[in-house]
């Protein structure tokens, strides 16, 4: 908190003008701190006069000792688990499995106890589930406050969430609650063995770097994963577990916002995140007019569009096709690259797939690093080619 010593003040304005944030004014010769200040402490050091004072919220401190297991808040829409979910089972799973701890799922909704059984069977240990109807859709304020409540009181040492649009509407009230950092859209988690500390990877710098982030003091540690980064955990009905049913206080259940109208979004496109097939392409294309080209190779293979953002941004195909760090990101189980040079915000979004080919004419195109097959030619003359076999192969 910012202190303004009246008396010490003269109202120079030093302050106003040091504030990086903009976030002091004057008003009547007296500083004014507004809403968006950092608590940096500029203006604190910038006064010579001693009659601005930074009072620094006490630190609170989580014992990393008290915190174990790892949890997965998994989506459900209109009663249904969303695939993300699954994907952070299967990748929840690895991480507990590391830490020899346990992997839990917390699943909200209504009438949704038979769901809890097949986060089970995707892996879960344990599930708490919280059912009323006001938890059948997603609204901030009790979701806020039941999964804050649930960590506060079961302390998780980590808790994944997808970076929906859910997840990250839910996830940073949460994370402020619990006063734990978080890490949004990272790209891959790992446990680092010898501290058992959380390694959260993610783009940053504008897509330039990729940065692994810990955090190493406080607990829980969080983190929300894109949809399609991580594989599906398997369906293993085989698996047993513990569904535990907790009831929400009626306070917990409040909420000061209300649900008018849900409006489905209508495909106009392929939906690309979900093709099991997906021909992209990129400023290789030269035009586009060229698309047709891999349009045709795509409909041979009953596959979707895709695109760099290099041929989005040159207009040629629209952004709904965009795959990347700024696109989609997708996981199809075969991804051809056209003209693609593989830059990391494109592999950012592909990476995943499960097999590659990369069709390019220059040898040292970073995407070959990336390909389960490297086709080293002109897309003119390959792409054509492949057409005409897949035909012949799959009449
Ligand atoms: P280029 O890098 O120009 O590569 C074209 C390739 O085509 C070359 O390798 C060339 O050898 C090959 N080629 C040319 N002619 C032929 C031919 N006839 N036959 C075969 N090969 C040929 N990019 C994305 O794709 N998705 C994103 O979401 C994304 N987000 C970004 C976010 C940020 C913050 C930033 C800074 C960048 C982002 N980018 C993204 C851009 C990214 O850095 C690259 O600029 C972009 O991916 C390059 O597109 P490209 O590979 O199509 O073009």
Redesign the pocket.
């Known amino acids: 908190m910012i202190k303004i010593i009246k008396e010490k003040c003269t109202g120079c304005g030093l302050c106003v003008r040091v504030c990086p944030y903009n976030a002091v004014e004057l008003i009547n010769k007296l500083p004014v701190i507004k809403d968006n200040c950092t608590y940096c402490g500029e203006c604190v050091r910038a006064c010579k006069f001693g009659a601005i004072l930074l009072e620094k919220p006490e630190k609170i401190k989580t014992d990393p000792k008290d915190y174990s297991g790892v949890w997965v808040f998994c989506e459900q829409k209109k009663g249904a688990i969303q695939s993300v979910s699954y994907e952070l089972l299967g990748e929840g799973r690895k991480l507990a499995d590391t830490l020899s701890t346990g992997l839990c799922g917390v699943l909200l909704g209504d009438n949704i106890r038979d769901k809890a059984n097949e986060l089970i069977w995707r892996g879960a240990d344990k599930v708490y589930l919280v059912s009323s109807p006001e938890l059948t859709d997603y609204r901030p304020d009790p979701y806020t406050d039941i999964l804050t409540g649930l960590i506060q009181k079961h302390k998780p040492e980590i808790v994944l969430a997808g970076a929906s649009s859910i997840g990250r509407s839910l996830i940073p009230r949460v994370a402020v609650n619990v006063r734990a950092g978080l890490t949004a859209d990272c790209t891959g988690l790992e446990i680092d063995e010898e501290k058992k500390i959380l390694l959260q990877t993610r783009p940053a710098f504008?897509?330039?770097i990729m940065a692994t982030i810990i955090s190493p003091n406080h607990r829980p540690q969080m983190a929300t994963v894109r949809h399609k980064v991580m594989k599906e955990s398997e369906l293993n009905k085989g698996l047993s577990g513990e569904v535990i049913e907790v009831e929400a206080s009626e306070a917990s259940l409040r909420s000061r916002t209300e649900l008018l109208k849900q409006v489905e979004e209508v495909e106009k496109t392929v939906n690309l995140a979900e093709a099991n097939v997906i021909v992209s392409g990129?400023?290789?294309i030269?035009g586009p007019e060229n698309f047709s080209l891999l349009e045709q190779l795509a409909l041979t293979l009953g596959g979707a569009l895709g695109a760099?953002?290099?041929?989005v941004d040159s207009g040629w195909i629209p952004y709904s096709h965009?795959?990347?760090?700024?696109?989609k990101t997708v996981c199809p189980k075969v991804y051809i690259a056209?003209?693609?040079?593989?830059?990391i915000?494109?592999l950012i979004?592909m990476q995943s797939s499960d097999i590659i080919i990369a069709?390019?004419?220059?040898p040292h195109?970073p995407i070959f690093k990336t390909a389960t097959y490297g086709i080293v030619?002109?897309?003119?003359e390959v792409v054509p080619l492949l057409i005409k076999r897949f035909k012949e192969v799959l009449k």
Do not use: E
């Not at 965009?322 to 696109?327: E, I, K, M, P």
């Not at 056209?338 to 830059?343: F, L, P, Q």
């Not at 030619?377 to 003119?380: A, H, V, Y």
């Open positions: 504008g897509g330039n990129g400023r290789g030269k760099s953002r290099a041929a965009q795959v990347g760090q700024t696109g056209c003209g693609i040079s593989g830059a915000q494109h979004g069709i390019n004419r220059d195109a030619g002109d897309l003119f």
